[in-house]
């Protein structure tokens, strides 16, 4: 085998190879030509009329009939798949620390948390850094609204207490939670997201409050202070709204049952712009076949370009779009996700077998015009987690991320943080591999 993998990739080599004068032309266009700075002038023109689109609301059902008509309008076939969807509303909130003296909290519920009764809940407050720093107090928790000031780690480690703090706290019988945003940096901005209650438990109000506020109530309380707090909530789970998944694509001329799909989420919080998280990434999987279709190419597959919706809410449209399409599991040859912002690319990131690995190595190599031949392990993506399970090659976007999680979920995920440059790259960089992958001889090796 060992003899057939060199002849394999040095095949290979030779034919990818053979794609850098393409794939230099799809750069050119993105970078340089006319299509410069044209994913950009979408997302603002999009999310500047359509704003936030939190799943069940009017506003995402307007953001998908836009997409369908823009999509359409740009020559794409274009169809939407009917998804079943949460419809959490956030309502009025308010919090404000009424002891040791008056100060008005900035706050923001957290996705499916219960609301208070109209006259809220007013209660002595007990902070704490950590779930084990709540396990060995929790006699102090009864009756309080339990306060977590946990330090940042990282995204992945620190948001199990945004996801879980609400059921962990009502356990050791808090009366609600209020949990210090999920973010590196802060100028008094809280930051929503999704949690999730245990099955069993108590549902008790959660909402995240600002990292300076955690950190005022925890000195506060080290000095031996009583605190206490009154925070008023509104929210409400309604019934399951109907919403779609919108598909867009140029079919292949030879295969084109087999497909590339590239994907961003439509949906965003009902906070800020949903520029970053997600417009970016759900523009530049359109941009990536407007440069393909500007150039008159046609892959041999198809390219399919998918804008997820409820991914907040723990990837419900994705989940489904897999449940109804895994019957052709074998025909899809590359899931690609773009969900971590379109900062300046640093790199590719892919899960598949060592074979595919090999091919995917050569592709990159196209993207030396842009400096982004990097190819890193672990494609990641709540949208494509399911096909990546299930062994179908999955890819998605690495870009210089570092503030991603000043922005995301709050008030400041607005067309600000984006830059019109780094997304022509991102475009770009989307665009080659979905083209070359999906025109190559052969689908990539499971």
Same mark, same amino acid.
Not at 138 to 153: H, R
Not at 422 to 440: E, I, K, P, R
């Given at each position: 085998?060992?003899?057939?993998?060199?002849?394999?990739?040095?095949?290979?080599?030779?034919?990818v190879?053979?794609?850098?004068?393409?794939?230099?032309?799809?750069?050119?266009?993105?970078?340089?030509?006319?299509?410069?700075?044209?994913?950009?002038?979408r997302?603002?023109?999009?999310?500047?009329?359509?704003?936030?689109?939190?799943?069940?609301?009017?506003?995402?059902?307007?953001?998908?009939?836009?997409?369908?008509?823009?999509?359409?309008?740009?020559?794409?076939?274009?169809?939407?798949?009917?998804?079943?969807?949460?419809?959490?509303?956030?309502?009025?909130?308010?919090?404000?620390?009424?002891?040791?003296?008056?100060? +008005?909290?900035?706050i923001?519920?957290?996705?499916?948390?219960?609301?208070?009764?109209?006259?809220?809940?007013?209660?002595?407050?007990?902070?704490?850094?950590s779930?084990?720093?709540?396990?060995q107090?929790? +006699?102090?928790?009864?009756?309080?609204?339990?306060?977590?000031?946990?330090?940042?780690?990282?995204?992945?480690?620190?948001?199990?207490?945004?996801?879980?703090?609400?059921?962990?706290a009502?356990k050791?019988?808090?009366v609600a939670?209020?949990?210090?945003?999920?973010?590196?940096?802060?100028?008094?901005?809280?930051?929503?997201?999704?949690?999730d209650?245990?099955?069993?438990?108590?549902r008790?109000?959660?909402?995240?409050?600002?990292?300076?506020d955690?950190?005022?109530?925890?000195?506060m309380?080290?000095?031996?202070?009583?605190?206490?707090?009154?925070?008023?909530?509104?929210?409400?789970?309604?019934?399951d709204?109907?919403?779609?998944?919108?598909?867009?694509e140029?079919?292949?001329?030879?295969?084109p049952?087999?497909?590339?799909?590239?994907?961003?989420?439509?949906?965003?919080?009902?906070?800020?712009?949903?520029?970053?998280?997600?417009?970016?990434?759900?523009?530049? +999987?359109?941009?990536?076949?407007?440069?393909?279709?500007?150039?008159?190419?046609?892959?041999?597959?198809?390219?399919?370009?998918?804008?997820?919706t409820?991914?907040?809410?723990?990837?419900?449209g994705?989940?489904q779009?897999?449940?109804?399409?895994?019957?052709?599991?074998?025909?899809?040859?590359?899931?690609?996700?773009?969900?971590?912002g379109?900062?300046?690319?640093?790199?590719?990131?892919?899960?598949?077998?060592?074979?595919?690995?090999?091919?995917?190595?050569e592709?990159?190599?196209?993207?030396?015009?842009?400096?982004?031949?990097?190819?890193?392990?672990?494609?990641?993506?709540t949208?494509?987690?399911?096909?990546?399970?299930?062994?179908?090659?999955?890819?998605?976007?690495?870009?210089?991320? +570092?503030?991603?999680?000043?922005?995301?979920?709050?008030?400041?995920?607005?067309?600000?943080?984006?830059?019109?440059?780094?997304m022509?790259?991102?475009?770009?960089?989307?665009a080659?591999?979905?083209?070359v992958?999906?025109?190559?001889?052969?689908?990539?090796?499971?």
């Amino acid at each position: 085998s060992c003899i057939y993998d060199k002849k394999y990739s040095s095949d290979i080599a030779v034919e990818v190879a053979g794609y850098a004068d393409v794939a230099k032309q799809i750069i050119d266009l993105a970078v340089f030509g006319v299509a410069q700075n044209r994913s950009y002038r979408r997302l603002a023109d999009f999310t500047d009329t359509i704003g936030n689109r939190v799943s069940g609301s009017h506003n995402l059902e307007m953001a998908i009939k836009y997409m369908y008509n823009a999509m359409t309008q740009d020559g794409l076939d274009v169809h939407l798949e009917p998804v079943k969807i949460p419809h959490w509303v956030r309502g009025k909130e308010s919090a404000e620390m009424l002891v040791p003296r008056v100060k +008005s909290l900035a706050i923001l519920g957290l996705g499916s948390s219960v609301g208070t009764s109209p006259e809220g809940i007013k209660a002595e407050v007990l902070v704490v850094r950590s779930f084990e720093e709540l396990k060995q107090r929790s +006699s102090e928790a009864v009756g309080k609204i339990v306060v977590f000031n946990q330090p940042f780690v990282s995204y992945g480690e620190t948001v199990a207490y945004r996801a879980f703090g609400a059921s962990v706290a009502a356990k050791v019988g808090a009366v609600a939670t209020l949990i210090r945003s999920i973010t590196p940096f802060s100028i008094n901005s809280p930051h929503t997201g999704w949690q999730d209650y245990e099955e069993g438990v108590k549902r008790i109000p959660t909402a995240c409050i600002t990292v300076e506020d955690a950190e005022l109530m925890w000195r506060m309380a080290q000095r031996g202070q009583k605190i206490v707090v009154r925070l008023t909530m509104e929210a409400k789970t309604l019934p399951d709204a109907d919403s779609f998944n919108t598909v867009a694509e140029i079919r292949g001329w030879q295969h084109p049952e087999q497909v590339v799909l590239l994907s961003g989420h439509l949906d965003s919080w009902d906070v800020g712009q949903g520029a970053m998280d997600d417009g970016g990434g759900a523009m530049i +999987s359109w941009e990536a076949l407007s440069l393909i279709k500007d150039l008159g190419l046609r892959p041999r597959r198809t390219m399919r370009t998918v804008l997820w919706t409820a991914e907040e809410q723990g990837g419900v449209g994705a989940q489904q779009y897999y449940n109804l399409h895994k019957v052709n599991l074998s025909n899809f040859d590359l899931v690609m996700e773009s969900d971590l912002g379109t900062f300046t690319p640093m790199a590719l990131q892919f899960t598949g077998s060592d074979a595919a690995r090999q091919v995917m190595e050569e592709v990159v190599k196209l993207l030396a015009p842009i400096n982004t031949t990097k190819l890193e392990t672990h494609g990641e993506g709540t949208d494509i987690s399911p096909w990546m399970q299930a062994g179908v090659p999955g890819a998605s976007l690495h870009v210089a991320d +570092s503030r991603y999680f000043w922005f995301h979920h709050s008030e400041g995920d607005t067309m600000t943080v984006q830059d019109p440059q780094d997304m022509n790259l991102c475009s770009a960089l989307w665009a080659v591999v979905a083209y070359v992958v999906a025109d190559l001889q052969d689908m990539l090796p499971r």
